[in-house]
């Protein structure tokens, strides 16, 4: 695989325009109401008190008892829940889109929702991989991205995992035929999900130099972004042992923190053992995260899942300060959009946690809460 195969489609990309960022008062005010029904501390601290049952009951008595009753139709229990949770997102985006004064915060607001993109298109795949009926997978799609439903719904009755990746026209025909040659190898979607991931992150990041001043937390967030992404890339490679040489060509520029030297030389590292060595060194600002769960890291078993865990909290946590800032800014209305999609997480870690029998510290553990 060569290492410029995730990069050099983006170089023909234009660059954005500028936006331009007004007062946008009628948005801040609807965007305050929906504030106030998100869940706060108190109401998690119930929750982390409940049965199984008890929790899908306050659900129901809850903002998602529409979406919960809609979906009682096909589904019961966990599942109902969780695909529940799904729609319940995808009617609060939609909505956040039609309450947007102009044309440049609508933009703003649909880049951060593309990320749903690249979730569908996973979760299609991995359906198809696992032999899923296309109802279920149909059930679990939030449309709320660059691409509709329809788009979806064409891409689930694909017959192959290879037809579905031919399908994806925003990729290259060398990242197309790259992916498909390491699927038919490997029957893994890895190299798949990476690229959906890096066409993504790369080309937020081009759209986030043409963001004002007023945007820079959105541009610092999706930059971060970049960084976890990479890092856990990178942990997962290395697991895997993969050629030093080869890493480089998965891994996503423009991150904030971790650059391209660096990120070379962490590629080189030996091992994977010494790899988490060298991530609690940096100076980054990660490093702190990574001292702080050296200790969990099962080094006979190579398992690398509470690193990950930890790395999606710690920037979570980040983005839930947004929610914090000017209050008549774009950050309140992304800080929104941040705590909505914090907080359908948040549930699904309780549920799970309660449905796997957890430990309620665990369980907590795992959480973002804002203050």
Same mark, same amino acid.
Not at 18 to 24: F, N, P, Y
Not at 26 to 55: C, P, Q
Not at 102 to 124: Q, S
Not at 267 to 283: G, T, Y
């Given at each position: 695989?060569?290492?410029?195969?995730?990069?050099?489609?983006?170089?023909?990309?234009?660059?954005?325009?500028?936006?331009?960022?007004?007062?946008?008062?009628?948005?801040?005010? =609807?965007?305050?109401?929906?504030? %106030? @029904?998100?869940?706060?501390? $108190?109401?998690? +601290?119930?929750?982390?008190?409940? &049965?199984?049952?008890?929790?899908?009951?306050?659900?129901?008595?809850?903002?998602?008892?529409?979406?919960?009753?809609?979906?009682?139709?096909?589904?019961?229990?966990?599942?109902?829940?969780?695909?529940?949770?799904?729609?319940?997102?995808?009617?609060?985006?939609?909505?956040?889109?039609?309450?947007?004064?102009?044309?440049?915060?609508?933009?703003?607001?649909?880049?951060?929702?593309?990320?749903?993109?690249?979730?569908?298109?996973?979760?299609?795949?991995?359906?198809?991989?696992?032999?899923?009926?296309?109802?279920?997978?149909?059930?679990?799609?939030?449309?709320?991205?660059?691409?509709?439903?329809?788009?979806?719904?064409?891409?689930?009755?694909?017959?192959?995992?290879?037809?579905?990746? =031919?399908?994806?026209?925003?990729? %290259? @025909?060398?990242?197309?035929? $790259?992916?498909? +040659?390491?699927?038919?190898?490997? &029957?893994?979607?890895?190299?798949?999900?990476?690229?959906?991931?890096?066409?993504?992150?790369?080309?937020?990041?081009?759209?986030?130099?043409?963001?004002?001043?007023?945007?820079?937390?959105?541009?610092?967030?999706?930059?971060?972004?970049?960084?976890?992404?990479?890092?856990?890339?990178?942990?997962?490679?290395?697991?895997?042992?993969?050629?030093?040489?080869?890493?480089?060509?998965?891994?996503?520029?423009?991150?904030?923190?971790?650059?391209?030297?660096?990120?070379?030389?962490?590629?080189?590292?030996?091992?994977?053992?010494?790899?988490?060595?060298?991530?609690?060194?940096?100076?980054?600002?990660?490093?702190?995260?990574?001292?702080?769960?050296?200790?969990?890291?099962?080094?006979?078993?190579?398992?690398?899942?509470?690193?990950?865990?930890?790395?999606?909290?710690?920037?979570?946590?980040?983005?839930?300060?947004?929610?914090?800032?000017?209050?008549?800014?774009?950050?309140?209305?992304?800080?929104?959009?941040?705590?909505?999609?914090?907080?359908?997480?948040?549930?699904?870690?309780?549920?799970?946690?309660?449905?796997?029998?957890?430990?309620?510290?665990?369980?907590?553990?795992?959480?973002?809460?804002?203050?």
């Amino acid at each position: 695989m060569s290492a410029t195969m995730l990069n050099g489609v983006f170089e023909k990309n234009s660059r954005p325009r500028k936006l331009r960022l007004a007062q946008a008062p009628y948005t801040y005010a =609807r965007i305050s109401v929906m504030k %106030s @029904k998100l869940l706060r501390k $108190d109401d998690y +601290n119930k929750l982390m008190k409940m &049965k199984l049952n008890d929790i899908l009951k306050f659900l129901q008595e809850s903002d998602y008892r529409k979406e919960i009753d809609e979906m009682t139709v096909n589904y019961s229990g966990i599942e109902l829940v969780e695909l529940a949770l799904n729609k319940n997102l995808v009617k609060t985006f939609q909505k956040l889109k039609r309450i947007a004064e102009y044309e440049d915060l609508r933009l703003i607001m649909e880049k951060y929702m593309e990320m749903a993109d690249v979730w569908n298109i996973k979760t299609i795949l991995r359906g198809k991989l696992i032999g899923e009926k296309e109802e279920r997978i149909k059930d679990l799609m939030m449309p709320i991205g660059k691409f509709n439903e329809r788009f979806f719904d064409e891409l689930i009755k694909k017959d192959s995992i290879e037809d579905i990746i =031919r399908s994806l026209k925003f990729l %290259s @025909k060398e990242q197309i035929n $790259d992916a498909m +040659n390491m699927f038919r190898d490997t &029957k893994s979607l890895f190299a798949i999900e990476n690229m959906l991931d890096n066409n993504y992150y790369s080309n937020s990041a081009i759209f986030a130099e043409s963001i004002p001043r007023q945007g820079a937390n959105f541009m610092e967030f999706i930059k971060g972004s970049i960084d976890i992404t990479n890092i856990k890339t990178l942990l997962r490679l290395k697991k895997e042992n993969m050629d030093k040489e080869d890493i480089e060509g998965f891994l996503i520029m423009n991150g904030a923190r971790i650059h391209k030297s660096m990120l070379s030389r962490l590629a080189r590292a030996e091992s994977l053992d010494s790899l988490i060595a060298m991530l609690q060194k940096i100076d980054t600002g990660y490093g702190r995260s990574f001292r702080e769960i050296y200790d969990s890291y099962d080094r006979p078993k190579k398992d690398i899942t509470r690193i990950e865990l930890k790395l999606n909290k710690f920037l979570l946590d980040r983005a839930i300060l947004l929610l914090h800032m000017h209050p008549l800014s774009i950050d309140v209305i992304l800080g929104y959009m941040f705590a909505k999609d914090i907080e359908i997480k948040n549930l699904r870690t309780i549920i799970k946690g309660r449905q796997l029998g957890l430990k309620d510290e665990f369980i907590e553990s795992e959480l973002v809460i804002s203050g």
